[in-house]
């Protein structure tokens, strides 16, 4: 099993920046996908991007192209997400999880971390 630990969060004004990260450990060898995932308070769970394991294909939500960017450094064993143009909607605690399926179904993923709250400000 790979253990996931996200950080990075924090409260920031519309408009600023922050960069996540999720640091994997325990089993990590072999071809995992990571996808970040959200959740607003009173809402469900969603999807927020992905990335693959070998040739690092990205996929993302349509509320956050262009904005955000996911990008992983597999020596370490960290997955990136760097949030940029930042909206109050954007509040919430973010998550990363992994899936050894395709990496982008949100249902493949079954591994998940405890999430890093992410506040946006107007």
């Known amino acids: 099993q790979v253990q996931l630990v996200e950080s990075g969060g924090g409260l920031v004004q519309a408009g600023g920046s922050l960069r996540l990260s999720c640091a994997a450990s325990?089993?990590?060898?072999?071809?995992?996908?990571v996808g970040w995932f959200r959740q607003a308070p009173g809402k469900e769970r969603t999807f927020v991007a992905a990335?693959?394991?070998?040739?690092?294909?990205?996929y993302y939500a349509d509320s956050v192209k262009g904005r955000f960017t996911i990008s992983r450094d597999n020596a370490e064993n960290t997955v990136y997400l760097q949030m940029n143009s930042l909206k109050p909607e954007d509040t919430a605690v973010y998550y990363c999880?992994?899936?050894?399926?395709?990496?982008?179904?949100?249902?493949?993923?079954?591994?998940w971390g405890q999430g890093t709250q992410v506040t946006v400000s107007s």
């Open positions: 999880a992994t899936t050894r399926s395709d990496y982008r179904r949100p249902e493949n993923y079954d591994n």
């Open positions: 325990g089993r990590t060898d072999g071809v995992y996908n």
């Open positions: 990335i693959a394991w070998l040739r690092r294909n990205t």
